[in-house]
């Protein structure tokens, strides 16, 4: 009996899918560490936007309206040699335009030329064709350049490919 209690226990756990902002190796949260202690107020900040990033976590590649499933990379740039930006949302929507998952609790703050990735892993279809992400940051300079991008990748029986999307400004 205790034998099949382990036994369905190991599979129970190894279903469930790992925090994507753990890291595996030193079992830290990625995100707590740029997590700001005390948020900045509106009035602090000279520069604020919202940007609308599409995501394909699957495309159409046939006549037969046949869907192949993508991995896509969220990938938030801070351009910057010398401010912070400060993310205030990062919200996965769906095609219908349904919340699928919000990746922020707490502001962060990324530092110069700091780069933070998020990953819809290629079995993940909640999105759809038309799945995106909405970003919200700020800083403190009206200089700063972010650069916000998506990248999918996929393949196709023996062959992979990828393509990449630019963050639009929506504000």
Not at 13 to 33: R, V, W
Not at 38 to 65: C, F, G, Q, T, W
Not at 101 to 126: C, F, G, H, W
């Amino acid at each position: 009996m205790k034998l099949l209690l382990i036994i369905l226990s190991f599979f129970l756990t190894s279903c469930l899918k790992p925090d994507p902002n753990i890291n595996e190796d030193t079992g830290t949260d990625e995100l707590a560490n740029l997590e700001v202690e005390d948020p900045l107020r509106k009035s602090e900040m000279a520069y604020e936007d919202i940007i609308y990033v599409p995501i394909y976590s699957d495309i159409y590649m046939d006549a037969n309206n046949q869907k192949t499933l993508l991995a896509a990379t969220l990938s938030i740039r801070n351009t910057s040699y010398a401010d912070s930006i400060f993310i205030s949302k990062i919200d996965y929507f769906n095609t219908n335009g349904t919340l699928v998952r919000k990746y922020l609790s707490n502001q962060i703050s990324l530092p110069p030329m700091a780069t933070i990735n998020y990953v819809i892993e290629r079995e993940d279809d909640t999105g759809g064709t038309g799945a995106n992400f909405i970003v919200k940051l700020s800083a403190r300079n009206t200089e700063v350049k972010p650069l916000i991008q998506a990248v999918m990748i996929g393949q196709s029986g023996n062959k992979g490919f990828s393509f990449a999307t630019d963050g639009y400004s929506i504000k």
